[in-house]
């Protein structure tokens, strides 16, 4: 089945449009619709050429603190041959438009629309837009919490097209899961996956956990319960969660519901932040 991915356009706002809109910011939960995502809330990026970024989500104290997420809009013979500050911090690219080379150490990968890459922290890497059109993809960034007597997981680039959607319990195939990572694997401390809805699917439980979240809704709309609120939500619209902010969906239709989901996983609980 062929995959649909939003990507923003940028563009301004008219002068005859309303303020009103869909953007909220709480204590336990954000809602970045996509009409917030215009030319004039990009950053540049140093050492990133041709290049615009929306930062959707960072480190917050009192909030979110474990991740940063961007959309990156590379225009053609754009890159960077030095993308990443900090050497502590993994990564995870996922291509929702066009097409860039990807080279890490001496390998070479064609990322095209669905191309997901892993990328362990201290890796040397670069990005190179060689086609003749702006390229889109989200780069989600993690410091890595090491553990001792634990490799730090390799590098892997694989297409969502090439993995077979996990099925949850009971639902008739309305509800699944696409995972690049097995869930079991204690070297990864991040999960980034794609989670699906058919029409009718539902999370029928208000999920209360420790993993904080980021969503970018990839395709369809849907309805989610964030904390004590049920929000309408559609493609190019992101939700971003702090921890045991209750969560539940409900996909009417008419068509799938799909979203790119960050969590945090497989390590203890910091006690002390010295």
């Known amino acids: 089945m062929s995959q649909n991915y939003y990507a923003p356009q940028g563009g301004h706002p008219k002068q005859t449009e309303l303020l009103t809109g869909r953007a909220v910011f709480t204590n336990s939960y954000a809602v970045i619709p996509k009409g917030v995502m215009n030319d004039i809330v990009t950053s540049a990026l140093p050492f990133w050429e041709k290049t615009r970024a929306w930062i959707i ?12 997420q961007y959309i990156m809009e590379v225009a053609a ?107 079991a694997d204690v070297r990864h401390d991040m999960h980034v996956s794609i989670v699906n809805f058919e029409p009718g699917g539902v999370i029928p439980f208000a999920e209360t956990h420790v993993m904080e979240h980021g969503l970018y ?23 971003w969660l702090r921890a045991f902010c209750p969560q539940a969906c409900y996909a009417g239709g008419p068509g799938r519901f799909r979203y790119l989901l960050y969590k945090d996983v497989n390590r203890h609980a910091k006690l002390s932040y010295k």
């Not at 989500?57 to 940063?68: M, V, W």
Request: aromatic residues 12%; charged residues 25%.
């Open 77 to 183: 013979g754009g890159g960077s041959t030095s993308p990443e500050p900090d050497p502590s911090a993994e990564a995870v690219l996922f291509c929702v438009s066009g097409e860039f080379a990807l080279t890490m150490g001496r390998k070479q990968y064609n990322m095209v629309e669905g191309s997901y890459a892993f990328i362990p922290p201290a890796s040397k890497w670069t990005v190179k837009n060689n086609s003749k059109s702006n390229v889109t993809f989200h780069w989600i960034r993690k410091s890595y919490e090491a553990v001792k007597g634990i490799k730090p997981p390799e590098a892997f680039v694989v297409n969502e097209k090439d993995v077979k959607p996990n099925v949850m319990p009971d639902t008739n195939g309305a509800w699944s899961t696409t995972r690049f990572v097995e869930p």
């Open 57 to 68: 989500a960072r480190p917050l104290s009192g909030f979110a603190e474990t991740f940063s």
């Open 217 to 239: 809704v990839l395709e369809g709309k849907a309805v989610y319960r964030l904390n004590q609120d049920w929000v309408e939500v559609e493609a190019g619209d992101f939700m």
